[in-house]
Antibody, heavy 121, light 108 residues
Framework: EVQLVESGGGLVQPGGSLRLSCAASGFTFNNYAMAWVRQAPGKGLEWVSSISGGVASTYNADSVKGRFTISRDSPKNTLSLQMNSLRVEDTAIYYC??????????????WGKGTAVTVSS | EIVLTQSPGTLSLPPGERATLSCRASHSFTSTYFAWYQQRPGQAPRLLIYGASSRATGIPDRFSGSGSGTDFTLTISRLEPEDSAVYFCQQYSSSPYTFGQGTKLEIK
């Protein structure tokens, strides 16, 4: 069974940093692109970052460019999101998602349960 | 950026009826790169439809997708209480991925 389990969320002050992790199991991790999608309280879905399978090319939304870094550790089947210079508007549930292809721009066929990030003073 | 606009915002229907949800794109794109997701209260999104009309694994045939260009539709027939959820459309044709704002479906 394919599973994605996020961790690392919490409360952080504006300007602070946080590192999210996503433990993947049940599929050949390196063969698939992965993504982070967030959902602010009571709002819709917003794509944040993606990383392709294999060569691990990365793509980021303009709203997080220069602040967030997506990475993957294939031997450990783990996806990460390093979030720096956090802003109040980054407050959201962050979902890890498996992309249904090696390249980054495709649909997301499996989602984790999410981890909550709150940016507040 | 391709903007997706969903309608209606909220839809209330009784069990057994058929729901029709719409998603309109600001620019035309190939239907291969279009998906629908369901998000039940307190849960993560779940893939329903990809490629505009292909059902994801385990999705009942009550759910069907159609459309091309700029207009896409999700139809849910024989509504059940468990279909109460927010439904999001998504395009993955060009960067950035974008989602519609969602349609809330209430079954009552």
């Amino acid at each position: 069974e394919v599973q994605l389990v996020e961790s690392g969320g919490g409360l952080v002050q504006p300007g602070g940093s946080l590192r999210l992790s996503c433990a993947a199991s049940g599929f050949t991790f390196n063969n698939y692109a992965m993504a982070w999608v967030r959902q602010a309280p009571g709002k819709g879905l917003e794509w944040v970052s993606s990383i392709s399978g294999g060569v691990a090319s990365t793509y980021n939304a303009d709203s997080v460019k220069g602040r967030f870094t997506i990475s993957r550790d294939s031997p450990k089947n783990t996806l990460s999101l390093q979030m720096n210079s956090l802003r109040v508007e980054d407050t959201a549930i962050y979902y890890c998602a498996k992309v249904a292809a090696t390249w980054a721009y495709y649909y997301m066929d499996v989602w984790g349960k999410g981890t909550a990030v709150t940016v507040s003073s | 950026e391709i903007v997706l606009t969903q309608s209606p915002g909220t839809l209330s229907l009784p069990p057994g009826e058929r729901a029709t949800l719409s998603c309109r794109a600001s620019h035309s794109f190939t239907s291969t790169y279009f998906a629908w997701y369901q998000q039940r209260p307190g849960q993560a999104p779940r893939l329903l439809i990809y490629g505009a009309s292909s059902r994801a694994t385990g999705i009942p045939d009550r759910f069907s997708g159609s459309g091309s260009g700029t207009d896409f539709t999700l139809t849910i027939s024989r509504l059940e209480p468990e279909d109460s959820a927010v439904y999001f459309c998504q395009q993955y044709s060009s960067s950035p991925y974008t989602f519609g704002q969602g349609t809330k479906l209430e079954i009552k």
